[in-house]
């Protein structure tokens, strides 16, 4: 069992950055890769970013490529998602979350491949 609780989130101008967090306990985070999602209101949760176990590999939504980046550090069994160039339409719930298994492949955007969630941080971007 693992859990996850994300923080970092929070309002910023559009333009702006945010560096979110997601620390995990219970097992090491070293034996999942990991993702990171986002829901905003009235829509369905969508794949933001994944990393694989050691961090040597990483996929981006289109949505957001070039603007986020997602790191891990194992030692800290903590998971991070930089955001950039921040717009209003980032404004959502972020939730990480822990994949079966150390790599992904397949369908990894999708939220039933996931094995443990966060509650969420929230980010509202400002115009």
């Known amino acids: 069992q693992v859990q996850l609780v994300e923080s970092g989130g929070g309002l910023v101008q559009a333009g702006g950055s945010l560096r979110l967090s997601c620390a995990a306990s219970?097992?090491?985070?070293?034996?999942?890769?990991m993702g990171w999602f986002r829901q905003a209101p009235g829509k369905e949760r969508e794949f933001v970013a994944v990393i694989n176990w050691s961090g040597s590999s990483t996929s981006y939504a289109d949505s957001v490529k070039g603007r986020t980046t997602i790191s891990r550090d194992n030692a800290k069994n903590t998971v991070y998602l930089q955001l950039n160039s921040l717009k209003p339409e980032d404004t959502a719930v972020y939730y990480c979350?822990?994949?079966?298994?150390?790599?992904?492949?397949?369908?990894?955007?999708?939220?039933?491949?996931?094995?443990?969630w966060g509650q969420g941080t929230q980010v509202t971007v400002s115009s």
């Open positions: 219970g097992r090491t985070l070293s034996s999942y890769a």
């Open positions: 979350a822990a994949r079966w298994g150390r790599y992904y492949s397949g369908d990894y955007s999708a939220t039933s491949e996931y094995a443990y």
